[in-house]
């Protein structure tokens, strides 16, 4: 079985853009999670979407939005790009009654 | 309040025993999980252990939690130079939101 999927895997956007990075998990599974990990820090939580509801939000700006597809897909969606905004942003999956989160390859984002 | 500290850094010899320790805050973690991130990847999920147990072991992976001191630790049993990586440790909320949170890794560095 395939893996979580991420894509693109690199991007360079400029200050003041939006930007629209996308997921798809293991087959079966219905969470999807977003994490934010700057360079030389571990993971922060911004979301997680379960049957197409937010079921968590971490402490990150509106400017920062998501969505769920009913194939459990789904998008992270940030506006009005600032430099801290660069990142590696990943996705996890999971089926919404099991612990295990597991990870995609995440998609770089470089904000100049 | 929520909170999940690890050392920086470990060097050890190949063939010898690493442990990886990690001290979190939030007493009631329900799941403590360690993750492996080797360099321009995502996390790979190594093991977890519910908040209840003392000791998991699977294969050369053995992870000890002290609940009392809030103490968690990873010990690799005969390192390779394969296991080099940035080791991050994480624990679970119990609302049900999904949000892991990450302390900020280890690297393990292990020399031939």
């Known amino acids: 079985d395939a893996g979580v999927t991420q894509s693109p895997t690199h991007l360079i956007k400029t200050r003041g853009q939006h930007v629209t990075l996308r997921c798809s998990p293991i087959?079966?599974?219905?969470?999807v999670s977003w994490y934010q990990q700057v360079l030389g820090q571990g993971p922060q939580f911004i979301f997680q979407?379960?049957?197409?509801?937010?079921?968590g939000r971490g402490n990150f700006p509106d400017r920062f939005s998501a969505r769920q597809f009913p194939n459990y897909s789904s998008e992270l969606n940030v506006n009005a790009l600032l430099l801290g905004d660069s990142a590696l942003y990943l996705c996890?999956?999971?089926?919404?009654?099991?612990?295990?989160?597991?990870f995609g390859p995440g998609t770089r984002l470089t904000v100049l | 309040g929520e909170d999940v500290e690890q050392s920086l850094f470990l060097s050890v010899r190949e063939g010898d025993s690493s442990v990886i320790n990690c001290t979190y805050t939030?007493?009631?973690?329900?799941?403590l999980y360690w993750y492996k991130q080797e360099p321009g990847a995502g996390l790979q999920l190594l093991t977890y252990?519910?908040?209840?147990?003392d000791m998991k072991q699977d294969q050369r992976l053995t992870v000890l939690l002290n609940k009392k001191d809030k103490h968690l630790s990873l010990r690799i049993a005969d390192t390779q130079t394969g296991d080099s990586a940035i080791y991050f440790c994480?624990?679970?909320?119990?609302?049900?939101?999904?949000?892991?949170?990450f302390g900020q890794g280890t690297t393990l560095q292990v020399k031939p």
């Open positions: 994480a624990e679970s909320t119990p609302s049900n939101t999904g949000k892991l949170i």
């Open positions: 087959s079966g599974h219905k969470s």
């Open positions: 996890a999956s999971s089926f919404p009654e099991r612990v295990e989160q597991f």
């Open positions: 939030d007493s009631s973690s329900t799941y």
């Open positions: 979407y379960y049957e197409k509801e937010e079921r």
């Open positions: 252990i519910f908040s209840n147990m």
